[in-house]
C-alpha cells in the first residue's frame, strides 16, 4: 500500500506561481510513476504530468507544457508539481497519484496512460483574475 499526501494548494492571483508537492509513504517501490492530475467543477477529471522514477522521463500535457513542470526529489519520496504563469482556468482540485509499471512498459507511465491506483485526497488550487 502506498499513502499519498498533497499540500501547496491555496489561492493565487492570475500570473502568479504555485508549488504542490505530494509525501508518498508505505510501499514507495510500488510508486515508480507518480503523477498529478486535476478536476474542476463540473469537469472531467484531467492529466496533468507524470514521471517515471527508473527513467525520469517526464509526461506534460500539451496545455500546460512551458508553465508547469514535474519534479521529484532523489529520494523519490516527493512528488513537485511547479505551475508558473498561472490562469483561472488552472483553478481545480489537484489529486496526486501513484502506480507501479514495470521496465517493459513504462512508456505507459512517460505518456501518461497508466492506470493509477493511488491516490491522494487533493489540495484545493483557485487562481483569480
Known amino acids: 500500500q502506498v499513502q499519498l499526501q498533497e499540500s501547496g494548494g491555496g489561492s493565487v492571483q492570475s500570473g502568479g506561481s504555485l508549488r504542490l508537492s505530494c509525501a508518498a509513504s508505505g510501499d514507495t517501490y510500488s510508486a515508480n510513476c507518480m503523477g498529478w492530475f486535476r478536476q474542476a467543477p463540473g469537469k472531467e477529471r484531467e492529466r496533468v504530468a507524470s514521471?517515471?522514477?527508473?527513467?525520469?522521463?517526464?509526461f506534460i500535457a500539451d496545455s500546460l507544457k512551458g508553465r508547469f513542470t514535474i519534479s521529484q526529489d532523489n529520494a523519490r519520496t516527493t512528488l513537485y508539481l511547479q505551475m508558473n504563469s498561472m490562469k483561472p482556468e488552472d483553478t481545480a482540485m489537484y489529486y496526486c497519484?501513484?502506480?507501479?509499471?514495470?521496465?517493459?512498459?513504462?512508456?505507459?507511465?512517460?505518456?501518461?496512460?497508466?492506470?493509477?491506483?493511488?491516490w491522494g485526497q487533493g489540495t484545493q488550487v483557485t487562481v483569480s483574475s
Open positions: 497519484a501513484a502506480a507501479f509499471v514495470p521496465s517493459i512498459l513504462r512508456t505507459k507511465c512517460e505518456t501518461m496512460r497508466t492506470d493509477f491506483n493511488y
Open positions: 514521471i517515471y522514477s527508473r527513467s525520469g522521463k517526464t
